[in-house]
T-cell receptor
């Protein structure tokens, strides 16, 4: 089965630093997403991205966050100035052209902000 | 998206069927019922989804009641590797079509399969 690939699997950073989380969605997919899960809590939607622009974002996705699809294959989430509360598992997901089909999730990047 | 209600935890013996219920009494006509699971802290994994007919695939069966207000996920022969958190999610396109793929996860049901 096709896979969504995320790198790195673990990222440790100092508070205030910028981090970029990388994802390679499934190659023919058109819709891309970031979710996050703080330890012990629910999986939360952050942002959806289609046709090179954000389609929807949650209230969590403030000005410190940005997404980009720089080269047609990678999909990145940037956190400009990390805070302690940004520590979480971040999941990338992608969806094909059948919009009522399944989301494919990556295995996640564990971000630890010290 | 409609809200779902699931029991917080369930147990199942290995080799037996696991039947996980979900209530979604406020589901609207164009909303699908999706089931995902999350093993340990891995990414959520799709299991099955349906609109109003019962569905079956290689992983599970989904039984949706005629009024669509509840559903049951059936794992026919549970194994130890099926121990996970199972999420029932109701989702579908809104009028603007921008909510595709935006899943609202609840706490899910922690299924423990024991030997």
């Amino acid at each position: 089965e096709p896979e969504v690939t995320q790198t790195p699997s673990h990222q440790v950073t100092q508070m205030g630093q910028e981090v970029i989380l990388r994802c390679v969605p499934i190659s023919n997919h058109l819709y891309f997403y970031w979710y996050r899960q703080i330890l012990g809590q629910k999986v939360e939607f952050l942002v959806s991205f289609y046709n090179n622009e954000i389609s929807e974002k949650s209230e969590i996705f403030d000005d410190q966050f940005s997404v980009e699809r720089p080269d047609g294959s990678n999909f990145t989430l940037k956190i400009r100035s990390t805070k302690l509360e940004d520590s979480a598992m971040y999941f990338c997901a992608s969806l094909g052209t059948d919009l009522n089909e399944k989301l494919f999730f990556g295995s996640g990047t564990q971000l630890s902000v010290l | 998206d409609a809200k779902t209600t699931q029991p917080p935890s369930m147990d199942c013996a290995e080799g037996r069927a696991a039947n996980l219920p979900c209530n979604h009494s406020t589901i609207s006509g164009n909303e699908y019922v999706y089931w995902y699971r999350q093993i340990h802290s891995q990414g959520p994994q799709y299991i099955i989804h349906g609109l109003k007919n019962n569905e079956t695939n290689e992983m599970a069966s989904l039984i949706i009641t005629e009024d669509r207000k509840s559903s049951t996920l059936i794992l026919p022969h549970a194994t130890l590797r099926d121990t996970a958190v199972y999420y029932c999610i109701v989702s579908g396109a809104n009028a603007g079509g921008t909510s595709y793929g935006k899943l609202t996860f609840g706490q899910g049901t922690i299924l423990t399969v024991h030997p």
